[in-house]
């Protein structure tokens, strides 16, 4: 037998090493329902206060709480799970969860920075403008913060967007570097290896430590893409643009 | 007031117990490799257990110290000398203004890491509530980066030169009883329990894991362990959602060898997962070094979370033992 999941309503916990649990809400594909579900939980869990909780991650279908073992008793997993099964069973309220935000980011299509807009054209049997007007048509939402501090995860895009990802990650990628791939759209905050394929840049900045919130986007933000101009995007970049509200 | 760096060693950054509370932003924890040395040396001179410590690798620094500082080492049990004078590992020592640490590893317990902690700390600014370096995100610690030549690390609070006396013979007088199970030991066998995708494993692999052994890669570093043994095998192709992961989680890529991720780790991961590192033995897997062979053996969650409570209450006990170095250590200081 493997971890023993505590068998539960539409949620399960299994740990995650002895320091973590992981709240488990489907095992399926990305859904945005599942997504809002895991958002909830981990708002509702942070506003208890718990004892001992470190980090609070939530991720597509499942949220991991980290946790210190000593303040949970003498059988700190299943002490934790039971506070966190009480906790979910409850109602959540609307006013502990963040207000719904729309954010703008504007990127530079150009295939100076959009290296793999041709390829995908071409693979997804599209002109380029089509697959730009694609992706700005739409709006999307942050389903969590990853790989790099500040980096998004956001979907779905529409169906005719759906690619895998490369089969050779690229050892660098300028930071900016929008990216798509399996439904799903990507910014890199920094400069670094990935496997995603990228169709613009955006000029503003995604995580500064300095500053409060530390991020631009939060998981469940609505995000809508504005294409810009090489001309703008160097007039924002050497502004070292940052966005507005950020 | 500063500690001069005559030359930087392999790789020397500042770490403490980690970044908290921002992984759901993508930032990762970090924090000291081997916990429970960080804890040892901050307790040793006398500072709250989690206090910045510089946490040295494989190569030591040489570093001149300025002013008369209190220090302790702990982790790798290594030859240390102030000039000539032999500094002991685990317990507190009076460095003298003007003397130089030199650090030779010991041949016979080679270990990879070292934590030199000193009375008051090193003075650093606080990044997102941390001083832990993060050398990917150029975060925290000094100036984002490990040790260079020339550099001057401050350090917090100055000893009167008039104390030099007591606080030697203080010292000296002072006996320190370490407890057998706090992680300090060499050991080449790794506890885990299964991981979240374990039964996704052929049995094959299941017993390949358990009884055969896995060298560490050189390309092994603070962010992962890349092992190299068995190849691990799903039974099927696993296509999974990026999810939570932590300190001590073994991931299987495609290629099937085994990586385990360590203290600088990224927040999330999307290969499975075949196991977890207890808690009670990351100290251990922290000290041992590129090419060298570890084993992994199985407990059950139950039994690896009462092995850290009862680190935990060891750790306890030794902090009250040793609360009279900070007693003594605060009248000598200004």
New interface residues.
């Given amino acids: 037998m493997s971890p023993t999941p505590v068998p539960q309503k539409s949620w399960q916990f299994t740990p995650e090493g002895d320091a973590c649990i992981i709240i488990r809400f489907r095992q399926e594909d990305l859904d945005l329902q599942v997504s809002q579900l895991c958002l909830q939980a981990a708002q509702s869990i942070a506003n208890a206060n718990l004892p001992g909780i470190s980090d609070i991650v939530p991720a597509f279908n499942c949220v991991g709480i980290h946790y210190r073992a000593a303040c949970w008793g003498k059988t700190p997993f299943h002490n934790l799970c039971q506070a966190l099964d009480s906790l979910l069973a409850q109602p959540s309220s609307p006013s502990g969860t963040a207000p719904d935000r729309t954010i703008e980011i504007p990127v530079c299509y150009d295939p100076e920075y959009g290296m793999d807009l041709e390829s995908l054209a071409s693979t997804l049997k599209c002109d380029i403008e089509q697959l730009i007007a694609l992706h700005t048509s739409q709006t999307v939402r942050v389903f969590m913060l990853g790989f790099a501090p500040g980096m998004p995860y956001m979907g779905l895009l529409d169906t005719k967007m759906n690619v895998p990802r490369l089969t050779t990650p690229r050892p660098v990628i300028a930071a900016g570097s929008v990216a798509i791939a399996n439904r799903q759209t990507v910014i890199y905050p920094r400069a670094s290896p990935g496997g995603w394929h990228i169709i613009g840049r955006t000029p503003i900045t995604l995580f500064n430590p300095e500053r409060t919130p530390h991020t631009l986007l939060s998981p469940g933000d609505t995000v809508r893409f504005k294409a810009i101009s090489k001309k703008t995007f160097t007039e924002l970049k050497s502004k070292r643009h940052e966005h507005p509200g950020y | 007031m500063s500690i001069q760096v005559i030359s930087p060693g392999l790789l020397s950054t500042f770490q403490d117990e980690g970044r908290?509370?921002?992984?759901?932003?993508?930032?990762?924890?970090g924090g000291a490799m081997n916990p429970s040395s960080l804890r040892l040396a901050n307790l040793l001179v006398g500072n709250p257990p989690s206090a910045a410590v510089l946490e040295i690798t494989l190569t030591a620094p040489n570093l001149l110290f300025e002013e008369d500082a209190c220090i302790a080492l702990s982790g790798a049990p290594v030859h240390a000398f102030a000039n000539d004078t032999p500094i002991p590992v685990n317990r507190p020592f009076l460095i003298h203004a003007g003397q130089t640490l030199h650090i030779r590893q010991n041949a016979s317990v080679p270990m990879a890491r070292l934590y030199l902690a000193t009375h008051g700390g090193f003075r650093l600014p606080a990044?997102?509530d941390s001083c832990s370096t993060d050398l990917k995100?150029r975060?925290g610690g000094y100036q984002g980066r490990a040790l260079q030549k020339y550099d001057h690390i401050p350090i917090s609070k100055p000893l009167a030169p008039r104390h030099r006396q007591t606080l030697q013979d203080f010292f000296s007088q002072l006996e320190i009883y370490l407890p057998a199970n706090l992680g300090l030991q060499k050991k080449n066998s790794i506890r885990v329990?299964?991981?979240?995708?374990?039964?996704h494993f052929t049995r094959q692999t299941h017993e390949r894991f358990l009884d055969t052994p896995f060298r560490i890669t050189p390309q092994s570093e603070r962010m992962g362990y890349r092992l190299q043994g068995a190849t691990l095998l799903l039974c099927q192709p696993l296509q999974i959602?990026?999810?939570?992961?932590?300190?001590?989680?073994i991931q299987v890529p495609p290629d099937g060898n085994p990586i385990i991720l360590m203290a600088d780790r990224?927040?999330?991961g999307g290969y499975p997962?075949i196991a977890?590192?207890?808690?009670a033995d990351l100290p251990v897997l922290a000290q041992l070094l590129p090419n060298e062979h570890l084993s992994f053996s199985l407990v059950t969650?139950?039994q690896?979370?009462a092995l850290?409570?009862d680190r935990?209450e060891k750790f306890m006990v030794l902090q009250n033992r040793l609360a009279m170095i900070a007693q003594r250590l605060s009248e000598c200081y200004l």
């Fill in positions: 908290h509370r921002f992984q759901s932003l993508g930032v990762p924890v990044m997102m995100n975060l329990i299964k991981g979240h995708h374990w039964n959602l990026s999810e939570p992961t932590t300190f001590g989680t990224q927040t999330t997962k977890n590192v207890i808690s969650l139950e690896a979370q850290m409570l935990e």
